[in-house]
Nanobody
Framework: QVQLVESGGGLVQAGGSLRLSCAVSGRTFSLYAMGWFRQAPGKEREFVAGISRGSERTDYVDSVKGRFTISRDNAKNTVYLQMNSLKPEDTALYYC?????????????????WGQGTQVTVSS
């Protein structure tokens, strides 16, 4: 069974930075593409970033391009989301997700495994 545990969320002022981590169980982590999603109160869950099995490809929603970086360390079974220049509109519950595929997807339903989320709050 694949389990995902997010960490690194917290309260930060606008313009600050946070790095989210997602630890994934199992020996087949390298066979899963990974993604980060977020959901703010009153809004639908939104794709944030995705990364392929071997980090060959990455993808970002336009609103975070140039500010967020997704990466993974397959030796540590961990995917990261480095968030810089944070804005109040980045405030959301951030979820890590795994998909048994070469590449990630912007569609949440394409992912079979999800973490419980970690809260990111950006104050103005």
């Amino acid at each position: 069974q694949v389990q995902l545990v997010e960490s690194g969320g917290g309260l930060v002022q606008a313009g600050g930075s946070l790095r989210l981590s997602c630890a994934v169980s199992g020996r087949t982590f390298s066979l899963y593409a990974m993604g980060w999603f977020r959901q703010a109160p009153g809004k639908e869950r939104e794709f944030v970033a995705g990364i392929s099995r071997g980090s060959e490809r990455t993808d970002y929603v336009d609103s975070v391009k140039g500010r967020f970086t997704i990466s993974r360390d397959n030796a540590k079974n961990t995917v990261y989301l480095q968030m810089n220049s944070l804005k109040p509109e980045d405030t959301a519950l951030y979820y890590c997700a795994a998909r048994y595929s070469q590449y990630g997807s912007r569609r949440g339903n394409d992912y079979g495994y999800w973490g419980q989320g970690t809260q990111v709050t950006v104050s103005s």
